[in-house]
């Protein structure tokens, strides 16, 4: 009997002290991927400055897709990253780029066709802001929240996105329809409310967060990705997608704007609802029966043809972005999928190459099956979320 407990025990040390080198190999080195990061990212700047464009994507014919110079809400994603990569580095290159390349759309602050001025300023002048703190980008990112609450109806309580005058949104029937991505719009509102002490901003994205909890999420958490509102009295019209899908199906993209902006709305709000509603967001997203092993969802959670469907590598980025800041106020416990997520993204499987996939970062994003745009292609947000969710977790793992 004894010489059985000491075999155990020695089964058991071996077990211990062989375990011990596979759980240092596959601890995520975030300096290397971000150092790989900013190669790549340097690459994809030589080109811009060759072009004097801001890159979006590469088209399904291989080519370099830049950003529409009257607007695109993908615009400020290319300087936010620079920004980024200028607080990890302190390399006044990423300082002078981002600066330079947001200029380019400084303009449309005043625009008030369109419901992205969080998008494309939060990540650009919100950015540089928090880091320089430039006066002059202030009274841009202010500007911007002036033209995107001239948006807001009091009736619906939301923030309108698309207009339905005219392109393929005119051809839905919609009045006031509001998209679950409009809550990445609110943490620009909910910042220039802090900057100013002017709560108007922040009721105002409140306000938008309710009604989209009221209305957009069902029974398990997935969400739909389009409500469409009546003009006059409020009222829901109708349930929909625009780019998931099906309407009752749950857009992989849609799920990450979900978790992402209400976990800002519990930043600046310290509302347990929020908290609680990204937790549940979260959980879904998790435990997807669906959801390949590697953590990186299809473009739908419910696509006809799994598992031959497109992945969709910025869903999975803007989620763990979002999932490293949740982590830090729920009780939950998300570091499996944080570090599952991240060593997927950083594995060669969605990580280019050093000089390819046209300089961008990561490679296998989805834009928007529907309208055939954007399948299976590096996405200039896809990296942006991605070098987010880096610097996140270099400081996480700074404080523990």
């Not at 080109?47 to 994507?57: C, D, F, K, N, V």
């Not at 650009?124 to 802001?129: A, E, L, T």
């Not at 944080?338 to 993204?345: M, N, V």
Request: charged residues 20%; hydrophobic residues 35%; glycine residues 4%.
């Amino acid at each position: 009997m004894k010489f059985i407990k000491t075999l155990i025990a020695i089964f058991t040390l071996v077990i211990l002290f062989s375990c011990e080198p596979i759980a240092k190999e596959n601890k995520i080195d975030v300096a290397q991927i971000l150092e790989k990061a900013e190669k790549q990212t340097a690459l994809l700047l030589k080109s811009s400055e060759t072009a004097g464009r801001i890159p979006r994507t590469v088209t399904a014919e291989g080519n370099m897709h830049w950003t529409n110079k009257n607007f695109d809400w993908t615009e400020g994603f290319f300087p936010g990253t620079c920004w980024y990569l200028f607080e990890h580095t302190n390399d006044t290159i990423w300082k002078n780029a981002a600066d330079k390349y947001q200029n380019k759309f400084e303009g449309h602050k005043n625009r008030t066709d369109n419901h992205d001025l969080g998008f494309v300023f939060n990540s650009s002048y919100g950015n540089g802001y928090r880091l320089t703190k430039n006066e002059a980008f202030k009274d841009v990112m202010l500007t911007a929240s002036n033209s995107l609450i001239t948006r807001f109806n009091p009736a619906v309580g939301c923030i309108q996105s698309w207009d339905v005058e005219y392109g393929w949104q005119s051809k839905r029937n919609w009045q006031f329809p509001v998209i679950i991505d409009n809550m990445m719009n609110l943490e620009l509102l909910f910042e220039v409310s802090e900057l100013t002490g002017d709560t108007t901003y922040k009721d105002i994205a409140i306000s938008h967060a309710n009604t989209t909890m009221k209305n957009h999420f069902r029974e398990d958490y997935s969400s739909y990705h389009v409500v469409d509102y009546d003009l006059i009295t409020g009222e829901v019209r109708a349930k929909q997608t625009a780019q998931g899908f099906a309407d009752n199906s749950s857009w992989a993209r849609g799920q990450a704007w979900a978790v992402y902006g209400y976990t800002v709305c519990y930043r600046y709000t310290k509302d347990v609802k929020y908290l609680e509603l990204a937790e549940h967001i979260a959980n879904y997203i998790i435990n997807y029966k669906e959801t390949p092993k590697d953590g990186i969802p299809y473009w739908d959670y419910n696509a006809q043809n799994i598992p031959n469907e497109p992945r969709d590598a910025s869903a999975a980025a803007i989620t763990v972005s979002a999932l490293i800041e949740l982590n830090e106020y729920s009780k939950q416990d998300y570091q499996n999928s944080i570090d599952k997520i991240l060593s997927s993204l950083a594995s060669k499987e969605y990580t280019a190459e050093l000089g390819t996939n046209h300089n961008f970062i990561l490679k296998h994003s989805v834009g928007s099956i529907p309208h055939n745009n954007e399948i299976d292609v590096p996405l200039n947000y896809a990296d942006y979320y991605y070098v987010e969710a880096l610097l996140r977790y270099k400081s996480f793992l700074s404080k523990n």
